[in-house]
C-alpha cells in the first residue's frame, strides 16, 4: 500500500514530475466550511512560479456558502459590502501526492491567505493550525486517528445490498469491485489503515491511521473526496449524510486523540489508569462537549444520530472502554496505543473544524487544570446532560463558550455558526410531506 511521502521528499517528488513531464496537471485543493472539496486544475508547467508567488486566486463567497452553495451575506468576515473579494490558495508542498484516478495529474493542499497575506479567518484547515498552535505552546502535539463512516448506495439513494452485518466478509465480497478499487485508492491517496463493513446495508467503515493531527485532516478530507469519486466512477453514490434511513444505522466520525511531549506519549497509563495530562483532557471534552458539537455536525439531519442504542451518544458522559459514552477513554498496556476517543462527530463533519474543536476543548482542560467526574459505568444512553438535540440548540451553545470562541477564534466562530443556522432555517421553513401527511386532514 503506497504510503504518503515525508515532507521533503513529497515536494522534491512534485517538482521531478514537472521537470520530467510525468505531471501534466496539478489540483489545488483547499475546504470549504462543510468540508467539500474545493480547488482548481492548473496546468503543470504554470503551478510552480503561481504557487511559489501570489498563489492561486478565488472568490472569497466560496468560504461563506453553505451546503448547497448558497452564498451567506450575512458573515462578517465576507459580504456584498465587501465586495466578495480574492483570496488566495497557498498550497502546502508537504501534501503533495498523485491522484489516483487521473494519470499523469498531482494533488496538493493549500493554505488560504488574504490579499494582505495573512491568513484568511474562514480557512478551516487555518483554524486548525491556530488551534495546533496554541497546543504547542502548552508543550504538546498532537496525534489523531480518524475513522469515518459513510454508505455506498445506488444513485437514487437505496441500498446496494440488503445484509447489514458489521464486519462481514460476505457483504465486503458482495460490494466488489467498489469496495476493492476503494481500499487500492485509499490506499493510495491516504494512511489508510482498513476498511471494514459496518451495521447499515451497504454501509463501511474506513480508518485512518493514527498521526499527527494536521495530516490526519487533511487525509480525511482527501478520504471523502476519494471516496465519492471511486463510487461515482462505479455508477454508485458514496454518501456521508449522517443519517439516511431512518431505519438504519447512522454514520459517524470518530477521533482517537493522543498528546506528545515530543517522542513521550503523555496519556500513557499511570499506575493502570489515566495519567493526569490525560484527565485535564477529558475534563475538557466533557465541559465544552455541548458547545463544539456544532463543528462535529453541522447539519440538521447530524442529529438525528444521538438516540439510545445507536452507538452513537446521546448524553454527556465518559467512560473507560464503553461504546455507549460520548468521550471514551482507553487505557492500554502500550504507552503510545493509550487514548480518548470522541464519538459524537457526524459522517458529513468537515474534518478541519471537527478535529480543532476537540482540541480546543482538550487545550481549555489542560489550562484550566481541572479533575472530570468518575468515569461512568454501564449502559449510559440517557444517563448525564443531553447533547443538543437540534442544529439550532447547537449553533446556540457554540457562540456562548466563551472559552471556545477564544480558542477557535471568535470571528471564525460566529461566521461558521451564521452558515450552519442557515441550514436550520431552512429546514424550519420547509412544510415536509410527513406534516403534510399528518395535518392536512386531521386538523
Request: charged share 20%.
Amino acid at each position: 500500500m503506497t504510503q504518503v511521502a515525508p515532507a521533503s521528499a513529497a515536494a522534491d517528488e512534485l517538482r521531478r514530475g514537472i521537470a520530467d513531464g510525468t505531471l501534466t496537471e496539478i489540483e489545488v485543493a483547499w475546504s470549504d466550511p462543510f468540508g467539500h472539496s474545493a480547488g482548481k486544475r492548473i496546468p503543470a508547467g504554470q503551478f510552480l512560479d503561481r504557487a511559489t508567488g501570489s498563489g492561486f486566486a478565488f472568490c472569497e463567497a466560496a468560504l461563506g456558502w453553505n451546503t448547497d452553495g448558497t452564498v451567506i451575506d450575512s458573515l462578517s468576515l465576507t459580504n456584498w459590502a465587501g465586495g466578495y473579494p480574492d483570496v488566495y490558495a497557498v498550497p502546502d508542498f508537504s501534501t503533495f501526492t498523485r491522484l489516483p484516478w487521473r494519470p499523469g495529474v498531482g494533488h496538493i493542499i493549500s493554505d488560504i491567505v488574504t490579499h494582505h497575506r495573512t491568513p484568511s479567518l474562514l480557512d478551516p484547515r487555518g483554524v486548525l493550525k491556530r488551534v495546533l498552535a496554541r497546543l504547542e505552546g502548552l508543550g504538546y502535539t498532537a496525534k489523531i486517528g480518524v475513522e469515518f463512516e459513510f454508505y455506498l448506495l445506488e444513485t437514487d439513494g437505496s441500498p446496494i445490498i440488503d445484509a447489514i452485518q458489521a464486519y462481514s466478509l460476505e457483504n465486503a465480497n458482495a460490494l466488489d469491485p467498489l469496495i476493492a478499487d476503494l481500499y487500492d485508492t485509499l490506499g493510495a491517496f491516504t494512511r489508510l489503515e482498513g476498511i471494514q463493513t459496518e451495521y447499515g446495508p451497504g454501509q463501511v467503515e474506513t480508518n485512518l491511521v493514527y498521526t499527527d493531527a494536521l495530516a490526519a485532516a487533511d487525509d480525511s478530507a482527501r478520504l471523502k473526496y476519494a471516496a465519492k469519486e471511486v463510487a461515482r466512477r462505479h455508477g454508485k453514490l458514496a454518501s456521508f449524510m449522517p443519517k439516511p434511513f431512518s431505519e438504519h444505522s447512522g454514520s459517524s466520525a470518530h477521533l482517537h486523540i493522543s498528546l506528545w511531549d515530543g517522542d513521550r506519549p503523555v496519556f500513557a497509563a499511570v499506575d493502570g489508569a489515566e495519567s493526569q495530562t490525560a484527565r485535564y483532557a477529558i475534563a475538557g471534552l466533557f465541559e465544552h462537549l455541548p458547545s463544539i458539537t456544532l463543528f462535529g455536525a453541522h447539519s440538521v439531519n447530524a442529529y438525528r444520530r444521538f438516540a439510545p442504542d445507536t452507538f452513537a451518544p446521546d448524553t454527556v458522559n465518559w467512560s473507560r472502554d464503553n461504546r455507549s459514552a460520548a468521550i471514551r477513554s482507553l487505557v492500554e498496556d502500550i504507552p503510545e496505543a493509550s487514548r480518548i476517543e470522541l464519538r459524537s462527530g457526524a459522517s458529513d463533519s468537515n474534518p478541519y473544524w471537527l478535529i480543532a474543536s476537540a482540541l480546543a476543548a482538550i487545550v481549555a482542560g489542560l489550562e484550566a487544570r481541572r479533575e472530570p467526574p468518575q468515569p461512568a459505568t454501564g449502559n449510559l444512553y440517557g444517563k448525564g446532560a443531553p447533547l443538543p438535540d437540534s442544529l439550532g440548540t447547537a449553533v446556540a451553545l457554540a457562540i456562548q463558550d466563551d472559552t471556545i470562541l477564544e480558542i477557535l477564534g471568535e470571528q471564525s466562530v460566529l461566521d461558521f455558526a451564521v452558515i450552519a443556522r442557515s441550514e436550520w432555517d431552512a429546514y424550519v421553513g420547509h412544510v415536509s410531506d410527513w406534516e403534510r401527511k399528518r395535518y392536512l386532514s386531521t386538523s
